[in-house]
Each structure stands twice: as C-alpha cells, then as structure tokens.
C-alpha cells in the first residue's frame, strides 16, 4: 500500500483521537451526543465518546476496542491512551512523507518509550508523601467543587486504607451506587452494602440489628405438587375438576411453604434478599412472621451481599441453615425520595466492604460522576501496587519530552527523527491540559519546559485554577506510577500495531478465536 493509502486508512482513527482529545482533563470540553433515535445529550467524557460512535472504519474499530479494553482492565486513562495514540499517529504520518519505513519509526518509538518510562521511574514520589487522597482527587475529573473532591477524596482514601494491600484491593469489596436527586456534595460513604431496593411490603420491618441474612438465587414461592425433594424430581399431572380439589392442592402448596419457612425462622433467618422474583402470594407470610424480604436484586450485588454479611448463597429456603446464614445490621432508608436498604457487617470477623452512594442534581451528571468516582477508586488501586506517584497535570509527559529529546541527539541515522517526534507527541497531553484550562497551549508548554529545565520536575498545569504551578505543593496533583507507564506502553503499541498497516483485507469471518489470535500473530 502506498503511503498516502495508509494515510488514509488511519485518518478517521487520527479524527477520533483529536475529538477525544479536547475532553482531556477536569476542564475538558463537553460534546453533544446525538443518538439515532433523535435523542441527545453532552459529555466530557472521552470513553462515553467513543462508546457512542458509529463509524464504519477498521482503525477506527481498533481503536475503539483497544481503549475499551484499556479501560476494563485499568478503569482510567483510557483518554489519554486515546489522545497520545493519535498524537503518534499524526507524526508518524509526518515521518513517512520525508521517507521513514514504519520499521523504523517503531524502532525509533520503542526506544523512546524505553527513556520515557525510565524517567517517569526517577521522578516517582512515595505514594505516602502525597496522600492516598490526593490521588482520588486528581481522578475525579466530574466535578470541579473542592469541597466535594475534598470529601470523595477522604471517602476513598478511608477506603483504600481499609482493604488494600501490597496488591492493591479487591474492586469487589467497593459498590458504587448514584441517585438522581440532591447535589454532589451529599455523597455518604457507608459501611456495608447499599441495594437500590425496597421490602416488597411496607408492613414489613425496615430495621433489624444483628439479623440472620438468607442471600438466594431462585425464585420465592410455594413448592409446586410433586416439584423436587431432596435429590428425586417429582411430577405429577393433576387435573382437579372440582373448586374444592383446586383450593386443597393451593393449600397444600401455601402449608408447605409455611413449614419452609417457620423451618428458615427457626434457624434464625430474618431477611431473605434474592436475585430473582418473590411472588405476590407469599409476600404476606413473610411479613407476618418478621421477614423482611427484597427481590429482583442485581446479579452482581449478591456475591456482595454475601461477602458483608458472610452468607453463603443457596437456591431456596429448603436450603437455608444455620451455616448458610449471614449476619448484620439492616436498615431501610428513604433516600433522594425512595427507599434504600443498607447491610452493616456485624463481628469483626467479617471483611470489610463499603458503599459510595453518589448523589447529583441531573442524569447526565450523575452517570459522570459515577465513573469519575469508579475512576478515583481505580487510580488509587494502582498506586497501592507500587506505593509510588508521579506529578500529575502533564508535568510526567514534560519531563519525559526533555528526557527523549535529549536523547536523540545521541543516536544516530533516522531513528532520531522517530525518537524525537515521540518527544514531541508526549506534550500532547501537557497541551491538552492548557488549553481545557483557558491557557495558550504554546505559552503553557514553554513555562513547563523553562520549569523543568530549571530542575523543578513537579511543576504541571492545574486545570482548576488555570495556572501552572508545583503540583505536588498545596493540594497536590498526582498520579500512579504504574497507570502512567501503561497509557505511555498501550498508545505506543496501539500506534506502531497501526503504522505498520500496509492494506486492508476483507475476510469472511474472524469471530472465530483460534483464527483471530493465529491472525495477530507476528510472522
């Protein structure tokens, strides 16, 4: 393929990349979204915009695919990744017009990365100089309130201080629930896990201390005539003509689910919480013997449910025990205009597992601030692994610019050309910055040069008060070490797997997993 064909293959993924790259940072700017149905809404945030695309391009595709597997397995930086990928894409598009071969515009990017990475390592900061806290803030891009970043930051702070370890913690252990309703301000960190569910009576009892909790996954309803016992499937064919005959087989069902259920009391179960439907005809039962019941509860917030409490989660109440019990303090409360119901774990033999019950005034905002919070908590779980941070607010990229445009001056032959234009694609994301925060990108990238030239590897732009300044001073602005190296490592592999693209094949079918790999393979 000839290069302005790959040019061109690539020139919808560099339009993306460049959309992408305006939402960078806590100022950066909204797009309108329009759906197909007509619908519309606005957002700032870069994986939301490529989530909404529908572009029939196979960069395009890639580039989606990569940033959304980034993304699941980093739970932030996926802009960046976006944004930097086509920052690289744009000179390597450059340095093939003068006659690069993509060969050695990787080469020349590889080695780059290798300085780059090196001198993000030199400039890392022990995580406890800067504050767990400081980490969740810089993440949370969806609200620009110091009071409330203040407070979310200490929220998750607490909460990384409680689960994690030398592996960072456990994402399961955290639930992230928004209610529409209320300011941002008003987000509560609570012990135990929240369900945005309601007994399924109101006579039912809305507090419990130290209850027996029963967590299942079937339905709840009486046992049908024949139905399973034990081991041995019973069924029977009835065709009762008469009334009486129906009414009798009703109540034989009704009877035997009461002895079920005097059976699950007995061994001290209070609160029944299931993932499928309670049917209407029991509710009454349960209420009148002090059961406080939830249904339809989400498949993923069982196992959370289980863990708070220490329950083990069984099909039915035929299979509650006293061993499959859990324990804890429940409460039903009204919250944003509807009920809530909390689990509190009781006994300190119990790990420990937290509830961030996000609040905002609109929709739109409050699926922001939901993944601005999902991305603190994943920020913070990165830099638990490696206790380290790095100077947030472009000043890494900055100084890992000086550092690869140093470096070229000592190799020589083409690849300098590669390795220098990596340099100048890492003050994208510096630029980016500036520029979301009312700053001339030109005048803002020269301020943090002379900065770092000068020996201060701290200083960075601070998006909310559109200054630069040492962001690792009064309320510092940090990032894991560990996330930083990997958006640096994911654009660089995402741009040279695409350089290195020289035509387009149509094929038949590649949802086949075998074929797929056997294509990605490298000769």
């Not at 913690?169 to 639930?175: E, Y």
């Not at 419990?208 to 046992?223: I, Q, Y």
């Not at 694609?425 to 301020?447: K, S």
Request: with cysteine.
């Amino acid at each position: 393929m000839a290069e302005n064909a790959r040019a061109d293959l690539t020139a919808d993924a560099r339009t993306v990349c460049d959309l992408v790259r305006t939402t960078v940072g806590p100022f950066g700017a909204n797009k309108l979204v329009l759906g197909t149905n007509g619908t519309a809404t606005t957002t700032a945030s870069g994986s939301l915009v490529l989530d909404s695309l529908e572009l029939d391009n196979p960069a395009v595709n890639l580039l989606k695919g990569a940033a959304s597997d980034f993304r699941d397995a980093h739970g932030d930086g996926a802009s960046s990744v976006v944004a930097l990928t086509g920052a690289l894409l744009t000179e390597a598009d450059r340095l093939a017009e003068l006659g690069l071969h993509p060969t050695t515009i990787e080469r020349g990017y590889r080695e780059a990365l290798g300085v780059a990475v090196d001198r993000l390592e030199r400039s890392a900061r022990p995580l406890d100089e800067v504050g767990v806290d400081a980490v969740a803030r810089t993440a949370l891009t969806a609200t620009r309130n110091p009071n409330t970043r203040a407070q979310v930051g200490e929220y998750v702070a607490r909460i990384a201080e409680s689960l994690a370890d030398e592996d960072g913690f456990d994402a399961d252990r955290v639930k992230v629930l928004s209610r529409l309703g209320g300011s941002e301000s008003e987000t509560e960190l609570v012990e135990g896990v929240v369900l945005d569910r309601d007994p399924v009576t109101d006579d039912m009892p809305r507090t419990l201390e130290d209850a027996g909790v029963a967590v299942l996954s079937a339905t709840v309803d009486v046992p049908k005539l024949g139905g399973s016992t034990g081991r041995l499937d019973v069924k029977l064919s009835i065709s009762p003509e008469r009334f009486e005959d129906r009414a009798a087989i009703g109540d034989g069902e009704r009877e035997r689910f009461r002895e079920q259920l005097d059976a699950a009391v007995d061994v001290g179960c209070r609160v029944v919480v299931t993932g499928m439907a309670i049917n209407e005809r029991v509710e009454r039962m349960m209420a009148n013997a002090g059961v406080l019941a939830l249904q339809r509860v989400d498949e993923e917030d069982l196992p959370g449910v289980a863990r708070a409490t220490g329950a083990t989660v069984v099909p039915g109440l035929e299979q509650v025990a006293p061993e499959t019990l859990g324990r804890a303090a429940v409460r039903v409360t009204r919250r944003a205009g509807r009920d809530v119901t909390s689990f509190e774990s009781v006994g300190a033999e119990r790990e420990p597992v937290y509830t961030l019950f996000c609040r905002a005034p609109d929709s739109r905002s409050v699926e922001a601030f939901e993944r601005s919070v999902g991305s603190a908590l994943a920020a913070v779980d990165h830099a638990y692994r490696t206790r380290t941070v790095v100077p947030g607010g472009g000043a890494a990229e900055t100084g890992a610019t000086l550092a690869v445009r140093e470096h070229a001056r000592s190799v020589a032959g083409t690849e300098q050309l590669a390795i220098e234009a990596f340099g100048d694609a890492m003050a994208t994301i510096p630029r980016a910055l500036a520029v979301n925060a009312g700053i001339d990108g030109w005048r803002g990238l020269v301020r943090l040069r002379v900065a770092h030239h000068e020996g201060h590897d701290a200083v960075g732009v601070d998006c909310l008060f559109g200054e630069t300044r040492d962001v690792l001073a009064e309320d510092p602005i940090a990032e894991p070490t560990a996330l930083k190296r990997d958006v640096w490592s994911a654009a660089t592999d995402l741009a040279t797997h695409l350089v290195r693209v020289d035509a387009e094949v149509p094929a038949s079918d590649l949802s086949d997993e075998e074929t797929a790999d056997r294509l990605g393979e490298r000769p």
